[in-house]
């Protein structure tokens, strides 16, 4: 069966400086009408650092949505005319202060695809000098530095909930297992 449908006409309902709403008119496969409802994100790039004694690089901010502290990996909105390469370091610095010689892509996800059309990108730093985080104004946030066994216990305990990071953390165990 077709499952695809069709936009029909954009209904822009608000556009912020991090998000865009759109309430669009549909045409589906079998030729009905509906509205989808959807919020449009440029994307954004996000780093899982392994030092060489397999302990992993978090953060641990307040989101505002949940109104809790979440742990999750270095990351953030791509900017306009930047790679998404450019975007994981950036952020890995500003964050941690961890400069990475280099990335390893781990590849893309979808965090939310009922309603958000975001990409989201996600590297592997395993080569990287420590020096000091240059945090965004208003940006409060705690590194924590784990051991990787310690990590995936925690998502097996369902504590470490961000999806960019469960993913990371799992994709990159699973390369552990591979070599």
């Known amino acids: ?40 994100h440029n994307g954004g790039s996000s780093v899982l650092a392994v030092d060489k004694e397999g302990y992993i690089y978090l953060v641990e901010q307040f989101r505002y949505p949940y109104r809790e502290n979440i742990l999750e990996i270095p990351a953030g909105k791509v900017e306009a005319g930047e790679s998404a ?5 950036r952020e ?34 395993t080569d990287f000098s420590v020096g000091q985080n240059r945090l965004d104004e208003h940006e409060l946030l705690n590194v924590k530095k784990i051991a990787l066994s ?25 390369m552990l297992k591979s070599n």
């Open 1 to 40: 069966m077709d499952c695809r449908e069709f936009t029909k006409k954009e209904n822009l309902i608000y556009k912020g400086r991090i998000l865009t709403l759109y309430n669009d008119e549909v045409t589906l496969a079998d030729g009905s009408e509906s509205k989808r409802e959807y919020v449009h």
């Open 85 to 89: 390469y450019d975007c994981a370091l």
């Open 92 to 125: 890995l610095k500003e964050e941690t202060g961890l400069e990475a010689k280099s990335l390893k892509d781990l590849g893309l996800i979808y965090p939310s695809p009922g309603y958000t059309d975001e990409p989201l990108h996600i590297f592997l730093a």
């Open 150 to 174: 310690e990590a995936l216990k925690m998502i097996e305990n369902n504590i470490l909930r961000d999806s960019k990071t469960v993913v990371s953390i799992l994709r990159y165990a699973l």
